[in-house]
């Protein structure tokens, strides 16, 4: 049996066409799935646990998708507009009860509604955006200046809540969804949140 | 302006220290990637005979929102390095950054390196790190400006 000598010229060349098919192989790869899950399970109001995590920029940009599970009838309208948060951010140092900015909604009138949802110096201010469809991506915007935040809801107009007296520098921690007002989730409720950088 | 002024307050402290304790000071020109955009900056350090290292770094990057045109964004602060294991011109490092962002936003940012000493005086390092809650990957070119030896 004749034996065949290989040479450099060919490694190289079976080593280029072995990286070729690497690279196209790779490319085929699917996209991942960005967005992250987050149940609330029934009588719960929080979802599951995160690490803490803080806002870096001015700006806090997603997309949130809520599904069936967002639609619920508590039968008394008192209950029915209590405000479910989404995702925001405590400000500078501050306790989210003192000064925070966070998008909230509610299922009410058969439609999900989104709100701006503000702590101001200890006080709560809520504002109609607008409402989103079930099942779709929606695009969500907080943008924080030094008197003002600033909402923007997927094509709405956006609405601006003045801020309160608070520092400019230190840390603003995340908030992230959960369910009441004073009332659990009377089922699982999932909602998927998609941060934008 | 007043970062700028911060960043030089920073560097003679850094300067200072150096002179009294350091084994060499060096300068280093970062890149970052991170999951908004990949960062460039210079970064000045002095370091122990043990190879603690202790300094100040600036980076920034330009970026360009489609709803918002052009934002620049920086992040400033001091930096410490502690040797996990040295061998053959490789020092590998516990790292730890904290600054602000944008002047801003207070930011903690754990993360390894890996040196690699090309010459006496030059040096590249490798590292990764926790970002915006996402692994960063980081690069940097770095000279040792002068060391007790030379002094």
Known sequence: MRKRNINIGEVNTIAM???????????????????????????????????PETLQQNTLSFQAIFDNSAQYDFGDASLQTNKNKLFGFSDCNSMHHE????FAWQWFNGQLEIYAYCYVNGGRTEKFIGTVPLNTPSNYRIEVSGSSYSFYLNNYPPVTIARGNVCDRGVYYML???????VPAPHDVTIKIKKLF | MKNLIIFVLVVL????VQFANAQSFSIAMNAEKTVSGTQYGPALSFQTKSNWRAGAFYQSVMNVRPERGEIKSEFYGISAAAPLKKCDGFVFYATFRAGLSNNQFLVLVPGIE?????????????GTSIRMQHVAASGKLMFRIFNNSSL
């Not at chain 1, 990286?19 to 109001?45: N, R, W, Y």
Request: aromatic share 12%.
């Open chain 1, 17 to 51: 066409m072995l990286m070729l098919l690497g690279v196209l192989v790779a490319a085929c790869e699917p996209a991942p799935d960005l967005f992250q899950s987050f149940t609330i399970k029934k009588g719960e109001h929080y979802a599951d646990v995160r690490f």
């Open chain 1, 176 to 182: 992230w969804p959960y369910f009441g007002g004073s």
């Open chain 1, 99 to 102: 000064n925070s900015a966070r």
């Open chain 2, 114 to 126: 890996t040196e690699i000493r090309l010459t006496p005086r030059a040096s590249v390092a490798f």
């Open chain 2, 13 to 16: 402290l850094a300067l200072i």
